[in-house]
């Protein structure tokens, strides 16, 4: 068994090293700050991924033993998530203390003004402060939850990103190797370009029905019902083709289709759409019913010989014997790019691909903000990082990566870690737009139709850039 | 007359937890819909703007093709119950061996919740991977994909629907059945009726009250199915199982459309009413007053 | 009643249970495999049933505080429904009161309403209006059991109208005559008479209860949190756990059963009753 992502079985164990190596450090301090707080009970609403349950399961009962403040924590489905926050934020009911916030909504959440500024609330009450917080000790996936003065609102607990995974087994296997030089003329290593990732695809798709086995050439998250698909095309795909923010120039006047300054149906879009059609159509056969859970699942079956997949699975799927099948066959490497776009990156002028994660926030509708804050920095300090990072892989502190545990995950994972430290810049979060699922509402019904085919991919672009100009005006951002 | 006022004591608590839970939050939606209120616009008020709600719904082309699917979706769904559930109730009305036994198999269904049988029938209809796509392409040789193919996961959602409450049908049917006077069916027997004669003029009316009642909670229950359809398809592909529930559910929730949102729903409520009330004044409502009027 | 030969009958059933049990049998098999083979070329037969997810959700505290707030919920809510719709059939359908057949239709659209867009304002009653001083409706077993009164009231009233109209007057007026009050008269003659209908109400509100999501996840935190808005925390981005979702599946489908078992019988005693009636 390796060393892997039970955050159920060895929760307990991992819980009582912690407090031991934590015992002789700060544990006074939290205690007295935590002193007139003492049979308080905060409440925080999430959706229930590993990092979240690793809250709910280590985190919160450690700190209700140093503490005496209990943690409850909601988990619940995505879906619920959002609107179960925002009913409660919007009605001011103050059922929750923290509330998750996943990186496309906190733009929403500043705007509406429903969250607390922790940057302000712990300067003005220098006692709830903790020795081990740090703001400075997050890494730059914080600068997401930050507003245009550098003060925080939320408390980073995940951060991935949407990663290109291949085979490694399949890729480094001679006779395999050997067959695709023959006929392609290339040697078989991980695509940097469409075209190679193309003829990869289809070389191993070939390759799985030639010799009568479960394998296809590439994932595709294309779900002909479900919002998955339209992430994909827009975090993952679109931007490889040069095509950023949706396609949507927050700088003039939010426009979206090419006659009015966007990009959102321009000649990039259409060729990106092209290229994914294509590739899902040698993607297995789920692949139009596939969400973010099947093709996790996709990949982890080995059914796949290659595939953009969100790093909270590349997690499972490299090391987890209990849920995959291919558990240490599993490379990760920088999504395949369109000439320009991997400079334009560097240069801060795009991204490559989605940086994804969320953080954990006080509503000002919270009663019990002095507990809820020693909560949040208890979550947030450096200490608690390395065996969370082993329990559900993500890293939102810089110094869990150089912690010896992280270390040897990393191997595990096949440089998973690696690649977010360097390559991490290159990736971006959701754009700065208070209105993301309203606009993704509006145009995934359209989006869905151009996947089933009933619209060819520019009409389809056509049509979704003229339905979120009309949504941006009528939600009176668009004049 | 003093049975008048104990009726409307027995009455009470039922108009009392109705008017609180239903009429109350009913008058807010109602108030929404004249509204537009989208808490993520640049203005997260309520602003009032007349009925251009509802003079936008008449050419939304989103809304009336969910209602268009919709309303097949209930027709094939209810109607294949209805028939099936009757068969099926008649023939629990024999004496066979084990019959209790197969009765409480046949209601097990029922004692699955919506988004259990949402999850069950998805991961069987899988495509290549889910257990009938699987043996359909074996032994048949045919390619099932409800990802792609809009007629397989409209057939899927309305073979689920069947699958999950026809034995609703069924149960009730049953219980109108066993409750029939046998006398009348003795007198048509030995009057010679056959057995088409028999249905039709002797059971089909005196069943007809609890079999209409049945169809309305059907027909009632399938135009707001959400959970489903939401674990299946997600309303897909493209929009071809979108339904109302389905449809409302996208607008109100992560578009946070509350203002339009509403609209549709005054609408379908609106629609679903006059649709059971046309049904109700003309089937079940004479038969109802007759027997007031015997009083 | 009508003979046919047995043998066809019970073949007749075989098949119709076969189809009916499938999709559950489904829902065991996904239960018992890992979830590592899930993915796989789908085996109709479990040749080695791997029992960690039992193990896992039997072992769930939580869980088991949400299966306590199922039944208390349903239950409740199903008793409080057959009760209330009893007795508001009873006088819709004997005693002479202005605008009854008004009232009896407007009682159902309370149930064809669009569930999303009332959460909002059942939400806000919750939280606002319906409270006394810091104690409030929402997230408590008697807000939810209030709540599905919404769908469930007038479903009970709706199936037990036609049993209560069915039972004949002349029953009411014979007990009249021997001196009997209205009490003893609905509690004496007609209740017992309306066993069948009353069994079938009562189980159908108790499923439509256990079974309901959408209301539950809305409007319920942590106190009275159900099974089914158990069931959805295993929905993530990162993947579905259906394992798990399909054992909890497995045993929420107990108390279901329990539940049919006992009120089944009086589905059953309904026979002899209408016999004797007649």
Known sequence: ?479 | MHSKRLGWIFLAPTLVILFFFGVVPFVYVVFVSFHQWNPFAVNPEMVFNGADNFRRIVFDQAFLNSLGVTVLFVVFAVFSQLVLGYLLAQAFMRDFPGKAIFRTIHTLPLIMAPIIVGSVWKLMTTPSIGIIPHYLDEWFGITMNIGTSAVAAFTTIVIMDIWHWTPLVTLTLIAALVSLPPDPFEQAQIDGAGKPQIFWHITLPMIAPAMIATVFIRLMDALRTVDEVWMLTGGGPGSATRFLGVHIFREVFPKTNYGYGSTISVIVLYLTIVACWLLYVTMLAPRNNRRSEED | MRKSSPIIGVIFWCLISFLTLFPIYWLFVISVKPAVQLFSTPDLFVTDPFWGNYAKVWGDRLLRSYMLNSVIISTGNAMLCTILGFFACYALSRMNLTGKESIFFWTITNRMAPPAVFLLPLFLLMTQVYTVGEWKLLDTRIGMILVYCTFNLPFAIWTLRPTVDAIPRELDEAAYVDGASTWKVITEVVFPLCRPGLAVTLILTWVFAWNEYLLAATLTNFEARTLTTGLSEYVTTTGTEWGIMATISVFTLIPALIVFGLVQRHIVAGLTCGAVKG
């Open chain 1, 1 to 479: 068994m390796s060393l892997a992502l039970k955050y159920g079985a060895s929760a307990l164990a991992l819980s009582v090293a912690a407090t031991a190596a934590y015992a002789d450090g700060h544990a006074a301090w939290w205690k007295e700050a935590a002193a007139p707080y003492q049979g308080v009970t905060i409440r925080g609403v999430t959706e229930s991924s590993p990092p979240s349950q690793y809250i709910r399961e280590v985190l919160a009962p450690e700190f209700e033993e140093l503490t005496g403040i209990r943690v409850d924590v909601e988990t619940t489905s995505w879906d619920q998530m959002f609107d179960k926050g925002i009913k409660d934020m919007e009605a001011g009911t103050g059922i929750y203390d923290m509330v998750y916030i996943e990186q496309d909504i906190i733009y929403s959440y500043l705007a509406r003004d429903f969250l607390t500024n922790l940057t302000d609330f712990l300067g003005e009450n220098p006692e709830l402060r903790a020795p081990t917080y740090d703001e400075a000790n997050f890494t730059t996936f914080a600068d997401y939850f930050k507003d245009g003065d550098g003060d925080l609102y939320g408390v980073p607990m995940e951060a991935f990103l949407k990663v290109y995974l291949y085979r490694k087994d399949l890729f480094e296997n001679a006779e395999i190797q050997a067959a695709f030089k023959e006929k392609t003329g290339r040697d078989l290593v991980p695509a940097t370009t469409h075209t190679e990732y193309s003829e990869i695809a289809q070389f191993f798709t070939d390759y799985g029905k030639a010799n009568d086995l479960e394998l296809w050439g590439t994932t595709a998250q294309a779900h002909t019902g479900h919002v998955a698909s339209w992430y994909e095309y827009y975090e993952s795909v679109a931007p490889t083709f040069g095509v950023y923010n949706w396609g949507i120039d927050a700088n003039n006047n939010y426009a979206a289709s090419v006659a009015n300054g966007g990009a959102m149906n321009g000649p990039e879009a259409v060729e990106a759409m092209e290229w994914w059609l294509s590739m899902r159509d040698i993607a297995p056969p789920e692949s139009p019913a596939s969400t973010w859970t099947e093709v996790g699942t996709t990949f982890g079956a080995g059914r796949a010989a290659q595939g953009l997949v969100y790093g909270e699975n590349a997690g499972w799927i490299a090391a987890d014997e209990t849920k995959s099948l291919v558990v240490g066959k599993v490379g990760v490497a920088l999504p395949p790019l369109a000439d320009g776009v991997k400079a334009a990156a560097e240069a801060g002028d795009g991204y490559i691909g989605y940086y994804d994660g969320g953080a954990f926030g006080m509503p000002h509708s919270s009663k019990n903000k002095e507990a809820t804050a020693l909560f949040l920095q208890y979550i947030g300090q450096n200490e608690v990082q390395p065996d969370w990072a082993v329990a559900a892989p993500r890293v939102t502190h810089t110094a869990t990566y150089d912690d010896p545990k992280v270390v040897a995950f990393n191997e595990e994972l096949g440089g998973y870690y690696d690649l977010i430290k360097d390559k991490g810049y290159l990736f971006a979060g959701a754009p700065a737009y208070p209105f993301h699922a309203q606009v993704r509402e509006a145009t995934a019904p359209i989006f869905y139709q151009i996947l089933t085919g009933d619209l060819a991919p520019q009409d389809g672009l056509d049509q979704m850039a003229a339905a979120a100009e009309a949504t941006l005006t009528e939600l009176g951002y668009r004049n």
